[in-house]
């Protein structure tokens, strides 16, 4: 079933001076305030019926009044100072009972451009519109615009099609000499080991996960697990680029360096005692002179006894 044909709005425009208009000044300044809720609810019917005109007699006026609490005869008379002023066109009130205007026509025709067609009764139109040549050059002005517009968005697509394609293509090209790398320095890659590696691929980079295969390597523990171990690492630091890898590393190496040379310049301190001139004497004793005899002896036969041979 077709959905039922629309020819009203679902809301229209409305000027942020609508107040400073001089034609609803003088209408206030003549019926008070209370006429602009009843111009609104005059352009209300207007928008969401027709979308150009309303039908111009006892029920609108009636239900205008009754829908604002208002007299029929206070809506009327609103209603006569809006032809007064030209706000609606008397000409078209009096001729075809409606109550319209050239800026309500315009506005109308401005909010339905994209419509496939849109009538404007002849007899209600107060001002024609483009002859059918301009209208016939503007849509062929814009037919020219939105084809060079999808032309200009199918040529930005296929650029960032092509920056894509060049994109994986640079990360495949570096996940396949990882993979070149590892076995030529580990040993074969295993379908685990490889979706371990392009996993850490995805989450940090390439490069980041080459430096921790070779500072694996270079350390001598041939396993992923250990680069794993260092990917996490850095990982837990918030190390996501390989320059920041990189300085990690060397911060590392020169408190490692600067630590052992502290370790190599250690001096232990000696105690007060064991200083020279703070050393205890030792109290002398006196040597038995038997003993001391006997060691003189000992010490003359071994002198004679080295002189013999």
């Known amino acids: ?74 809506v009327k008379d609103v209603v006569e100072k809006l032809l007064e002023v030209d706000f609606f066109s008397r000409e078209q009130a009096e001729k075809n009972k409606v109550l319209t205007s050239i800026g309500i026509q315009e506005r109308y025709r401005k909010a339905t451009e994209r419509r496939i067609s849109v009538n404007i009764n002849d007899s209600l139109c107060i001002q024609k519109p483009r002859s059918s040549e301009d209208n016939v050059y503007r849509s062929t002005q814009s037919k020219v615009k939105e084809s060079k517009v999808k032309e200009s968005k199918v040529e930005d697509r296929d650029a960032s099609d092509l920056a894509e394609a060049s994109k994986l293509s640079k990360s495949e090209n570096e996940v396949a000499k990882i993979f070149e790398f590892y076995q030529n320095n580990i040993g074969m890659m295993t379908p685990y080991v490889q979706q371990n590696v392009i996993h850490w691929c995805n989450d940090t980079s390439p490069e980041l996960v080459m430096l921790a295969i070779e500072k694996a390597v270079k350390e001598n523990a041939l396993k992923f697990s250990y680069a794993e ?18 300085a990690e590393m060397n911060r590392r190496s020169q408190a490692g360096r600067n630590g052992y040379q ?11 005692w064991a200083m020279d001139g703070n050393r205890p004497k030792q ?10 005899q006997e ?15």
């Open 262 to 272: 502290k370790a190599n310049t250690f001096k232990e301190t000696l105690p007060d």
């Open 283 to 292: 109290p002398e004793k006196d040597i038995d002179p038997a003993k001391k």
């Open 295 to 309: 060691l003189l002896d000992q010490i003359s036969q071994l002198s004679t006894s080295k002189k013999g041979q």
């Open 1 to 74: 079933m077709a959905r039922p044909r629309k020819d009203g709005l679902d809301y229209y425009p409305m000027d942020v001076n609508f107040l400073g208009d001089i034609k609803v000044k003088k209408v206030i300044r003549s019926h008070g305030i209370q006429a602009v809720a009843v111009i609104l609810h005059l352009l209300g019917t207007v928008y969401r019926d027709t979308g150009y005109y309303a039908t111009y007699d006892d029920d609108l006026l009636f239900i205008t009044a009754d829908e604002l609490n208002l007299e029929e005869k206070y």
């Open 229 to 246: 171990a260092i990917l996490k690492s850095w990982l837990n630091q918030g190390i996501k680029t390989k320059a920041e890898a990189v």
